[in-house]
């Protein structure tokens, strides 16, 4: 028995019309299914649940959990300008391999595009390893 990837994202909103226009007006997901304390978006392969949670607006969030999205190179530039033109909070400079935009979605959730993988990320990091780094190949 094993892990074999993703399975969804289930994100709590304080705000779901506010949320779902985030999402689909935004970054260009796809309506899949939605109820009165719910939606189910859709990305490619990626499924996102949005769950209302009226609790949400009241809560910190401080620590480094967020959630990527891969981009390609040539529309990277392109889409964080367009982000930054929305006027969405940029919540970390990017300081790691490959292309990275950082913000934050109307509930505060992080989330990340980036441009790379894991294998371009354990490339560089083979180069310039993190503190007590392993390679388990």
């Known amino acids: 028995m094993k892990l074999i990837g993703l399975n969804h994202l289930t ?13 689909v007006g935004l970054l260009g997901f796809k309506l899949a299914a939605r109820w009165e304390a719910g939606a189910y ?5 990626l499924w996102l649940c949005l769950s209302r949670d009226e609790e ?11 959630y990527a999205f891969s ?4 529309d990277f530039e392109g889409l964080a300008t367009f982000l930054r033109s929305r006027n969405v909070i940029e ?8 292309d990275s935009f950082y913000f934050l979605d109307p509930d505060g959730h992080r989330l ?12 560089q990091c083979r180069r310039k390893p993190y503190a007590g780094m392993e390679f388990f190949d």
Do not use: C, M
């Not at 994100?11 to 999402?23: D, G, K, M, Q, W």
């Not at 990340?112 to 490339?123: K, Q, T, Y």
């Open 112 to 123: 990340e595009l980036h441009v790379g993988n894991l294998a371009s990320r354990l490339e």
């Open 56 to 66: 949400r607006a009241s809560q910190e969030h401080p620590d480094y959990t967020h």
């Open 71 to 74: 981009v390609e190179q040539d």
């Open 41 to 45: 978006l859709t990305l490619g392969d």
């Open 11 to 23: 994100l709590a909103t304080a705000n779901l019309p506010r949320s779902v226009e985030f999402y």
């Open 91 to 98: 919540w970390k400079i990017n300081a790691s391999e490959g």
